[in-house]
């Protein structure tokens, strides 16, 4: 009986740590896609960060930021659009700190990314000072290996 259960804790945490182990390819994408977003936060970004930042995602890429955008469609300039957006707003942080909570990576389909960050800058369109703290979750949609739909939820 002691060897049947043995051996049921051995097989239970044999599977137990291979359900565990996620899909590299995605894991290291995640691990990207953080670091190369946290890059063109930060108060020196140019556009060499944010071509990395892009390089990550499909041409027809959809960005859904709930509350501010609800529309999740894929155009076929949706990267174009984000290289606008994103270089409208670069560099307008004076500081800029992130830290990424947890990684979940869902077969090899989708990525979620929790983590806290700190802004602190100037508004590039009304000239405002703006900060904040928040706490995000990125849910990212992968086809062929590259970010087709970016969701950003706040807590």
Same mark, same amino acid.
């Given at each position: ?12 945490s ?7 182990? %996620?899909?590299? =390819?995605?894991t &290291?994408?995640?691990?990207?896609? !953080? ?6 936060? $930060? ?7 944010l ?15 709930l509350?501010?955008?609800?529309d999740?469609?894929r ?16 560099? %307008?942080?004076t =500081?800029?700190? &992130?830290?990424?909570?947890?990684? !979940? ?6 990525? $979620? ?43």
């Amino acid at each position: 009986m002691k060897h049947l259960y043995f051996l049921a804790i051995c097989l239970f945490s044999t599977f137990s740590s291979q359900a565990k182990q %996620a899909n590299p =390819e995605l894991t &290291a994408l995640a691990q990207q896609y !953080f670091n190369t977003m946290v890059a063109t936060q $930060a108060p020196n970004a140019t556009n060499k960060e944010l071509e990395a930042f892009l390089a990550l995602l499909t041409d027809d890429v959809a960005n859904q930021h709930l509350p501010y955008q609800t529309d999740d469609s894929r155009e076929p300039d949706g990267k174009a659009m984000m290289r606008k957006g994103m270089t409208f707003y670069l560099g %307008a942080h004076t =500081e800029y700190q &992130a830290n990424l909570l947890d990684t !979940f990576i869902f077969n090899d389909s989708a990525i $979620a990314l929790r983590y806290t960050h700190h802004a602190k800058g100037i508004h590039p369109q009304n000239q405002q000072e703006i900060e904040y703290t928040q706490t995000i979750m990125d849910v990212l949609e992968i086809e062929d290996g590259k970010i087709a739909v970016i969701r950003k939820y706040h807590e």
